[in-house]
């Protein structure tokens, strides 16, 4: 392989003379520890090259060997439960290896080499097949079958295919091309990560992807298949609500890139994933989740390449017909890795010190999300293509929360759902902070269809209903700040107590509390409804004239505070809330006896 | 030796050394100028035969002539042995108190390497710092990194000074305080000060003198007048040296760093000489990346019995929050404290602004065999009252007292109580997590019983009236 040699350092670039032969992109070995880099700009013999580990130490004159090819990943089994480094390196292995702190230098193969697999073919020889077909499964874990895929560029007729235990790098079919070229087939396959894999074609995505958070669930939906991003100022909690996405969203694969963000932050997730159980399969979450963690102080050129790590390991999922979440936080740090490498650059520079293709990269990157028909034939029996897709949802950390910086601008323009998080409600204690009145779904009316059949038909009109409530709150609210609740009629001042009750007893959700982190549609919509029959009944009780004293200090309200809490079996006590409701709320004196079977049941 | 006297450019800190070889990135250097003045420095870029070298000193004296540049062949290290103990540095590690020269077991870059996440070690044993503002709030953990947010004429010093006194004497996590138990592992203080006045320095010495915990504390000295550029090194001292007392000697290491905002100001001189392109407000890009390098050294490793806890001090530039220096630590610590000058002002000490402070590893290191089951709740209940009552007296400033309902003055009742008796105490006033949560009872019980929504029945029931008193 051609080698050339340093002739400059300054921070994390390097510009190499030599590398005639490379081309741009190309990772190459830099110093004589071989750290990896990539090449990113090249004028005349010189080549610059961000190297994704500390440079320290490097000189002129320490050589560069190229590897003539572009930095890439590698995917096959072994991914799920793993946790890998911006450039794929498996960090629990560089741990055996090197101990606790990371040294430079350390490498290790992103998938295990020795580790067996049962791979059980699904094709006979003789089988026409081409790209994206799937030959054989290995059950990866408990959770996820792992489908084993024609490489996209490859077509022809299966010559062998053998069942049984193997490794990564075995052969377990051949394959036959048209041109008679024989290509052996192993469960590992390589892919570039700044290439995007191929798909048949893109499809309109509009089923729900379910999170188990209220507020994002009813208000502000995403769809599988979809892109959102949550700015927030730090401490509004971005970190918590990607979690929780994470953890309860009804995908069955997620990949999860720490980009520049706290160490301690990666450590919970793997403390906790293991031990968490998924709801929809029983089994620990981490089984179907792939970690990319390149925190804050880890080198900043391999922060640049975790969100395209992360979005390739996706593809590959996707492709396998799997609904797919990533998440990356947070896309600020990896805008900012840009800028720093842009300026090492001596780049001109755009919006506050960014490059002038932010905004492209950013949409290239989200625009790898989406619902596709997969490559590959359609099965015979079958009338549609197998789909998959990949949710992009990634949080911006705005500098002093100020919204109309460049990332959050550059993002708001690819993405489709803004949850915008306000640390004036995280101060407030109401979690999570998602601000109902500037947050926005352009997937509302595509999921009301799957909502309507899948939830209840009136729960789009719940929904609506319980928003406008709410921006009548708003409105009301200067009157109050100006004059005082009393200047308000009784019905507006019925509207402020359910506003209130919307907002504490629906969209306020503890994620640390096991009975409230995670709600069905189902529970979500019997617990809209309830606070909304409230808000029916109190207006009718006030009309057959009822005081508003009474109205609000109706027992049952407490009982609808403490309804977020029930358990999934619990369902029927909505029913019995309900009924409390209508016998609490009537016209006139309350009778005492309903009071006191209230308190009798607490 | 590799001695150079072709130094082409001086600007600022920088020099532009020509004609160098074997020269690598991050490399030390010796310089001698003219007039005798010696300064330490490192290369931050090597082009060809041209060396770019920031002095930690300062370039006074310099000229291109007959400047001196050694190059060592080594990144800047600190030599660490048991002994640091009880002493003073200067602020490149230099024993600054007369006593003799370290004899190091072993040298150590001081940039350290990041660590493996995977063997991190989740911070959650809880530290009683007897502030209950903090303990019963915004509990910090071993292990943590949770900055004080403060402005200039706040008593950030004091509070800082407390927690390293109080957690010091306890040295035991709140599990162990409650089954009256020590916890293994002794308890170190880093005390790295950057730009702050003798005075600042003198008030941090005295204290640990005088409490005795002077041979359990490190301190790394830049002062006001010393060289600014040398506070870029400073931290990273401070952090090797806590690193090897942690992982190596198996304490638990409270490191103060104070003031982040000199350092900031520090590496802004520096990128400003260099003409890079700056980010806000003149920092240069990378200071997020680089803020990170200092604050991610805390933590916890898997397999060794010490601990980094950081509590780095940064005065905000006119009580600005949005400031890029409060606002990336933010983003890279595990919550803040912040100082409140009105709270201040009322004569309440310490003033911490309950409601925009946060640690967020709190979930992780109270309740049940930590400190006690009641703990979350007590607290996200006193944090919403004091919220709804801050939220009641601005109603009232506005309509007055007589516009609001009654719900709504139990709540302003409870803000003032709450300011004047849980948040206010002494600088010596040690408060158990216990007599914390005492205090919590006897304030959420001022209010009416259907508010308490924050707070599980069974809790309310087993607490209530035993904590609070009658």
Known sequence: MEQGHIIKVAGPLVVAR????????????????????????????????????????????????????PLSVELGPGMLEAVYDGVQRPLDVLERQAGSFLSRGISAPGLDREKRWTFVPSVEPGTRVSGGDIIGVVQENVVVEHRILVPPALSGVIESITGGDFTVRDTVATLVDDEGGVHDLAMMQVWPVRVPRPYKKKVSADEPLTTGTRVIDTFFPIVKGGVACIPGPFGAGKTVTQHQIAKWSDAEVVVFIGCGERGNEMTDVLMEFPELVDPYSGEPLMKRTVLVANTSNMPVAAREASVYTGITMAEYFRDMGYNVVLQADSTSRWAEAMREISGRLEEMPGDEGFPAYLGTRLAAFYERAGKVECLGSVPAGASVARTGSISVIGSVSPPGGDLSEPVVQNTLRVVKVFWALQDQLAYQRHFPAIDWLTSYSLYVDKVTPHWAADVSKDFRARRDEAMSILQRENELAE?????????????????????????????????????????????????????????????????????????????VRERIARAKYLAPDQMAEYDSIASDIETQLVGGARPEAAVASAGGER | MREYRTTRDIVGPLLLIEKVVDVTYGELVELEYPDGTRSLGNVLEIDGDVALVQAFEGTRGSNPKDTKATFLGRSLELGVSRDILGRVFDGLGRPADGGPEIIPDERRSIYGAPINPVARDFPDDFIQTGVSAIDGLNPLVRGQKLPIFSGSGLPHNELAAQIARQSAVLARSGA???????????????????GITF????????????????????????????????????PRMALTAAEYLAYTCDMHVLVILTDMTYYCEALREVSAARKEVPGRRGYPGYLYTDLATIYERAGRVK???????????????????????????????????????????????????????LSRLKQKGIGPGKTREDHADVSNQLFGAYASGIQAKELAVILGEAALSDTDKAFVAFADAFEDQFIRQGTHEERSVAETLALGWKLVAQLPRTELKRIRDEYVAKYMSSEAGD
């Open chain 1, 18 to 69: 030599g590398l005639v032969e490379s081309k741009m992109y190309d990772l190459v070995r830099v110093g004589e520890d071989g750290l990896m880099g990539e090449i990113i700009e090249m004028r005349g013999d010189r080549a610059s090259i961000q190297v994704y580990e500390e440079t320290d130490g490097l000189g002129p004159g320490d050589p560069v060997v190229a590897t003539g090819a």
């Open chain 1, 479 to 555: 009157i109050v700040r100006l004059v005082g609740l009393e200047a308000l009629s009784p019905e507006e001042q019925i509207l402020m107590e359910t506003a209130k009750s919307i907002r504490e007893d629906f969209l306020q959700q503890n994620a640390f509390r096991d009975d409230d982190q995670f709600s069905s549609l189902a529970e979500q919509d019997r617990l809209l409804s309830t606070i909304l029959l409230f808000h029916a009944k109190a207006l009718e009780a006030h009309a057959a004239g009822a005081s508003l004293a009474d109205i609000f200090a109706a027992p």
């Open chain 2, 176 to 194: 162990a305080d409650q089954a009256g138990e020590k916890l293994e592992g002794e308890f170190a203080v880093v005390f790295a000060a950057m």
């Open chain 2, 199 to 234: 005075e600042d320095a003198d008030f941090f010495t005295n204290e640990f003198r005088t409490t005795a915990a002077i041979e359990r504390t490190v301190l790394f000295l830049n002062l006001a007048d010393d060289p600014a550029v040398e506070r870029i090194a400073t």
């Open chain 2, 303 to 357: 397999g060794r019995a010490g601990s980094i806890t950081q509590v780095p001090i940064l005065s905000m530039p006119d009580d600005d929050k949005t400031h890029p220096i409060p606002d990336l630590t933010g983003y890279i610590t595990e919550g803040q404290i912040i100082l409140d000058r009105n709270l201040h002002r009322r004569g309440v000490y310490p003033p911490i602004a309950v409601l925009p402070s």
